[in-house]
């Protein structure tokens, strides 16, 4: 239907269409190829203040390495400045806080959408609340508790603060796909002998697997991309990428310290882009169910 539409265009209303869509993808996608580009020169190069054809051409790179393109960026952010740690901190970190979130968002959601009593609707209200508060504000209240316990600074803190913080979306999303799924669906498994876990297990979830999966892929990047709760909660030994890029810069300029971070942030967003394309009909259909009820 679509291609019928498109062919009861004018040729010059597709033409501006299409012209319009490309230069949006150019503008979208120019700043990440760039600093991928960038990456591989020196950093008088990616930031000449002479002429940006330097950081086409890499003029001083040539000088400096014998080449246009060096790894050195890499280098020193990945073996000079363990940038590998950080990297394996957010593994455990992000995987942690989805496999969690999800679990207590499913099961969670599936009760409140099946739950005829009124405090379902306050939980979810209270949920809406907190997830409305800075991010700032919760981790702040837990400080206190983990100097006392002695317990600040390992990856566990963390984890438990991220959880707090995603939850409350994770329950109201996963609530709403829920929601979406009539509840004969239920009934028509239990009449044929399944208990209520049974059917929420081998009925529901595999019909709102598409919402699972997209409620997954946002909790892995509040904890991926997360920096405020990471940066006051974890010690320098356990950082996570995001705060690790950020420590490359410092107070005190050194020389290629600008290239390391530029370098990691090539290699924290490169995975991304990875995931998202992996997953992109599902992030599709499932956010396609989650905006319609049955």
């Known amino acids: 239907m679509s291609e019928s539409v498109a062919q009861k265009r004018p040729l010059p209303l597709n033409i501006i269409i299409v012209a319009f869509l490309a230069l949006w993808v150019i503008l979208a ?8 580009w960038g990456s591989f020169k020196v950093e008088v190069d990616f930031f000449s203040r002479e002429s940006w054809w330097n950081a086409i051409f890499g003029t001083n790179t040539i ?3 014998g080449a246009a393109f060096t790894g050195d960026g890499y280098e020193g952010a990945w073996v000079k400045r363990e940038f590998w740690r950080a990297v394996g901190n957010t593994a455990i970190v992000t995987v942690s ?5 999800l679990t207590l968002g499913t099961l969670g959601g599936y009760a409140l959408a099946r739950s005829g009593h009124r405090y379902a609707f306050w939980i979810l209200i209270a949920a809406l609340v907190f997830r409305a508060m800075p991010h700032i504000t919760l981790v702040s209240g837990y400080l206190l508790p983990f100097f006392q316990l002695n317990v600040w600074g390992v990856l566990p803190t963390s984890i438990i603060v991220l959880v707090a913080i995603n939850q409350p979306f994770t329950l109201w999303m996963l609530h709403s796909f829920f929601l979406s799924i009539p509840k004969d669906l239920d009934e028509s498994a239990m009449v044929d002998g399944c208990s209520r876990f049974e059917a929420f297990r081998r009925v529901i979830i595999p019909v709102m697997w598409p919402g699972v999966v997209t409620t997954g892929l946002f909790s892995f990047l509040l904890a991926y991309n997360d920096f405020a709760t990471t940066s006051m909660l974890l010690s320098a030994d356990n950082q996570t990428m995001v705060p690790k890029i950020s420590s490359f810069l410092g107070s005190v300029q050194e020389q290629g310290n600008v290239m390391y971070a530029v370098a990691a942030v090539v290699s924290a967003t490169v995975p991304l882009f990875i995931l998202v394309l992996f997953f992109q009909r599902q992030i599709v259909s499932g956010l396609t169910a989650g905006a319609v009820k049955g």
């Open 29 to 36: 996608a120019f700043p990440f190829f760039w600093t991928v």
């Open 63 to 65: 000088k400096e390495t």
């Open 97 to 101: 806080v989805t496999v969690i979130s």
